[in-house]
């Protein structure tokens, strides 16, 4: 269990600017306290303004004319070497994680586990960064195409993958040659600071990674509007993302976003229950319900709605509420006050506006020690229709709403009517019906006989409609977010050749 706070020395947090480590010109800091119990200060980090998002992206622009000319496989070196960092460090940085975000220790080793994955799968990409060559139209004229980096890239992350999400987005943009400002969530930077301080000492350059904490409002903002930022890679809420891609409109810059799902887990009444189970648990309450890809709707059989919906309620009311070091704990606190808030107000609309029949939870737990933290009892909805808000709106708590549907068609129907696209899976013992769902979801990534979440770190990750801007983060996808393809042309045949002409 975590200690009592008054045995816990509140550390001050810097800013990484161009190598050091670096006070907020305003001396303002935000408190970053743990949401399983308040009474704990993580520490304090940096309220930055634009005056920081300044010095650090001049930081970045002036590193990226000589670590853009570093090769590729010396930059993937360094990586490589942040990811035996991050393999020695792991239980250390986890329990970090655990206390700044409240995930279960055993989710945030996999977060960080997560880390070290797309740390060596990209460093493995720095001997290849394959570009192609194809033949030209005309004689004596040679035709290729290579990546080259973009330039200085900002980077705004949110709070529920603090380690991973952070990985995504710095270990592609340095591989390719870029260098990047990144401002991380406030609830969550010890995370980001952990990784960066892996790079630092894995020899990362001065000026190549820079890390700006603040609010999203001020520092974030100020990143997004940056006219010396080339790309703005940006996950969290749509609501926040489409602020971020109006800025980055305004000066060209590449912009790549992973927003809001509401992903749904088909179960048909061929499937094996008991596994349906353990998926829809683990989709639903893992990470408090607050991944983006949650399973937070249930599409069943009308057949097997009843016995679905009566096993699931029976398991769910046994789920443990704690502080996730202790190993007993199945579902940790939500973020903060504000998520709390938002939760318990969609636990109300469930139950009045929509009229939905609540089968377990819906408050927030206040008992002994829980007092202390952001807790909200898993709940269960029943009878829920497929327009109903709470089916059809991101909630990102432990809350998941079943739905009865007639046959695969009607489920994949429902599944697909709401604005978001990125996790589905289907519970099925038919080969038929597995690969007519795989065709007929519109969503980034399907699972069959899985949950909607484990994604994989070379596999490309990012969903449709509302989920995103067409972009990929994940798999050698992601290099094409962070590079630009130039076209080289050789005309060996000493004369002018004209083409579409000669
Ligand atoms: P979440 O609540 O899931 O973290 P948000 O979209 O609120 O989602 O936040 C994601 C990230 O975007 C955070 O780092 C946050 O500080 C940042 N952010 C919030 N508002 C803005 C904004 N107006 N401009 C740029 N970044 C922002």
């Given amino acids: 269990m975590a200690k009592p706070a008054s045995r816990i020395k509140a550390v001050e947090f810097r800013n990484y600017i161009n190598g050091k480590w670096a006070a907020p010109r305003s001396n303002d800091y935000i408190e970053n306290r743990n949401p ?3 009474r704990e200060l993580v520490g304090r980090f940096p309220a930055s303004s634009s005056d920081d998002v300044d010095a650090a992206v001049e930081a970045a622009s002036e590193a990226f004319s000589t670590w853009r000319r570093v090769p590729a496989p010396r930059r993937a070196e360094i990586l490589f070497r942040a990811g035996e960092i ?11 994680m655990t206390r700044e975000m ?11 586990q997560e880390a070290i994955d797309m740390t060596y799968f990209i460093a493995g990409e720095g001997r290849r960064l394959h570009g192609f060559t194809t033949k030209a139209e005309l004689p004596n004229k040679f035709a290729m195409c290579v990546r080259e980096p973009i330039g200085v890239c900002g980077l705004i992350t949110p709070w529920n993958f603090p380690m991973a999400i952070p990985s995504w987005k710095i270990m592609p943009a340095l591989v390719c040659g870029n260098t990047v400002v990144i401002k991380p969530a406030e609830d969550t930077p010890l995370s980001t600071y952990n990784l960066v301080s892996a790079c630092e000492q894995a020899g990362v350059p001065p000026g190549v990674i820079n890390v700006v904490s603040g609010e999203g409002e001020e520092a974030g903002a100020a990143l997004a509007a940056h006219p ?4 703005v890679s940006f996950t969290g809420s749509t609501q926040v993302g489409r602020i971020v891609a109006q800025q980055a409109a305004l000066n060209e810059k590449i912009c790549s976003l992973e927003m809001g799902g509401k992903n749904v887990v088909m179960i048909m009444e061929d499937a094996d229950l008991d596994l349906a189970l353990e998926g829809v648990l683990w989709g639903a309450f893992g990470t408090s319900g607050q991944r983006c890809t949650a399973a937070s709707r249930v599409v069943v059989h009308k057949k097997i709605a009843k016995r679905f919906t009566g096993m699931l309620a029976e398991r769910v009311k046994l789920l443990k509420l704690g502080n996730g070091l202790n190993d007993k704990t199945d579902v940790g606190p939500v973020i903060n006050e504000e998520a709390v808030e938002k939760i318990l107000g969609y636990v109300e609309i469930g139950r009045r506006e929509d009229g939905a029949t609540m089968l377990c939870g819906g408050s927030r737990a206040e008992k002994g020690d829980l007092k202390h933290g952001y807790f909200i009892e898993p709940t269960v909805f029943a009878d829920v229709k497929p327009k109903m808000r709470i089916a059809q709106e991101e909630i990102f708590g432990p809350v998941v709403s079943l739905i009865e549907c007639r046959n695969l068609d009607h489920a994949i129907e429902i599944a697909n009517g709401v604005r978001y696209g990125l996790s589905a899976s289907l519970y099925t013992c038919d080969v038929n019906r597995a690969f007519q769902a795989m065709e007929n979801m519109f969503t980034g990534i399907f699972y069959v006989n899985a949950s909607t979440t484990g994604a994989e770190v070379h596999l490309p990750f990012g969903g449709t409609k509302a989920t995103g801007n067409g972009h ?9 977010v962070f ?13 002018l050749q004209r083409a579409q002409i000669d």
């Fill in 472 to 480: 990929r983060e994940g798999g050698t996808q992601v290099l094409d």
């Fill in 86 to 96: 991050l393999i020695k460090r792991k239980n250390e940085f986890a329990r970090d």
């Fill in 228 to 231: 010396s930022i080339r790309l």
């Fill in 36 to 38: 399983a119990d308040t």
């Fill in 102 to 112: 409240g995930k279960v220790f055993k989710e945030a080793s996999g977060d960080v």
């Fill in 483 to 495: 590079s630009e393809w130039k076209s080289v042309y050789v005309d060996y045949s000493g004369k």
